[in-house]
């Protein structure tokens, strides 16, 4: 029989230098790691689109719940506006247009001197036909001197004592804002009581609001 020599080769193979193991294994742990993290962001991900997409569902979803207008309510809700928009603009045409009657008593009131009083006080907004007679009469007052008839809208009448009271009352008239063409109708002697006083009569004109001074 032929011998074998079994322990040679066990002996050769201890003599060698062997692996260390670590160098087997970390780059097995890293390689689970990796796959574990990469695994989580997946998952995370995966989640996160899915509460996106159903938050687009559910707004989807009261989207078509909301119901379509009508046509014609919208149109009658258009008209509706547009029929506002335009009362609001006459309004504020009108109320750009209309005469301050506070202001312009007040100033008579500040301008009155202590030895005049009234007896009677017409005042009338002017209108437009009367603003246009107004014009043409302004320019043909400076030849004639007086006021054509029917355009007075402010007229005074009432008593002093002088003819020279008249006079002063009529300069102070005559700086109030809002009247224009003051003039003296009627300024004649009466007595009261027996004592001498003068009976007058002043008519102006209201100026428009907005005109020019």
């Not at 009338?124 to 054509?148: D, K, W, Y």
């Not at 109030?176 to 102006?204: C, M, W, Y």
């Amino acid at each position: 029989m032929r011998a074998i020599n079994l322990l040679g080769r066990d002996d050769a193979r201890r003599g060698r230098p062997q692996r260390p193991q670590w160098l087997v294994l970390v780059p097995v742990v890293l390689a689970v790691l990796l796959t574990a993290v990469m695994s989580a962001m997946f998952l995370s991900a995966s989640g996160k689109a899915k509460d996106k997409q159903s938050q687009l569902s559910a707004l989807q979803a009261e989207l078509a719940a909301i119901p379509t207008p009508d046509a014609s309510r919208v149109k009658t809700q258009t008209a509706l506006a547009a029929d506002k928009q335009a009362r609001v603009t006459a309004l504020s045409g009108a109320l750009s247009r209309r005469v301050a009657w506070d202001r312009v008593f007040r100033e008579l009131s500040l301008v009155l001197p202590d030895d005049v009083w009234l007896l009677n006080l017409t005042a009338e907004a002017p209108t437009l036909a009367t603003v246009n007679t107004a014009t043409l009469s302004a320019s043909s007052s400076s030849t004639t001197g007086s006021l054509a008839a029917g355009e007075q809208g402010f007229t005074i009448e009432g008593y002093t004592y002088s003819h020279d009271a008249v006079a002063r009352l009529l300069t102070r008239l005559s700086v109030i804002p809002d009247l224009e063409q003051v003039q003296l109708q009627t300024s004649e002697q009466a007595k009261v009581n027996g004592r001498p006083i003068v009976h007058f009569k002043i008519a102006a004109n209201v100026r428009a609001p907005g005109a020019s001074s």
